[in-house]
């Protein structure tokens, strides 16, 4: 089994910064692409950025200029620092992760972490 940890999350105020973290273990033979989604309710989940084993990203116009992912491939582990924060980007935020574990290609998803943005 694959587990993802996600942490970073919380309440912070317009204009301000997060940091969200998402740490994969198990039963990984290797990493693809490694991401993020949010969503609020009412609302179907969005993808935020995606970021591939060769470092390759991409972002939602929304988040453009003001989010960056990276990744640490020792550490099986995806970060997401959001700049600029805005009242909309209240969500809540998983990780996704697109792996093999040496019978095929899968990928699993992070239990969730809630971002508040206060105007």
């Known amino acids: 089994q694959v587990q993802l940890v996600e942490s970073g999350g919380g309440l912070v105020q317009a204009g301000g910064s997060l940091r969200l973290s998402c740490a994969a273990s198990?039963?990984?033979?290797?990493?693809?692409?490694m991401g993020w989604y949010r969503q609020t309710p009412g609302k179907q989940r969005e993808s935020v950025a995606v970021?591939?084993?060769?470092?390759?990203?991409n972002y939602a116009d929304s988040v453009k200029g003001r989010f960056t992912t990276s990744r640490d491939n020792a550490k099986n582990t995806v970060y997401l620092q959001m700049n600029s924060l805005k009242p909309e980007d209240t969500a809540v935020y998983y990780c996704?992760?697109?792996?093999?574990?040496?019978?095929?290609?899968?990928?699993?998803w992070g239990q969730g972490t809630q971002v508040t943005v206060s105007s």
């Open positions: 198990g039963r990984i033979f290797s990493i693809n692409a």
């Open positions: 996704r992760v697109w792996y093999r574990d040496g019978v095929g290609p899968k990928d699993h």
């Open positions: 970021i591939s084993s060769g470092g390759g990203t």
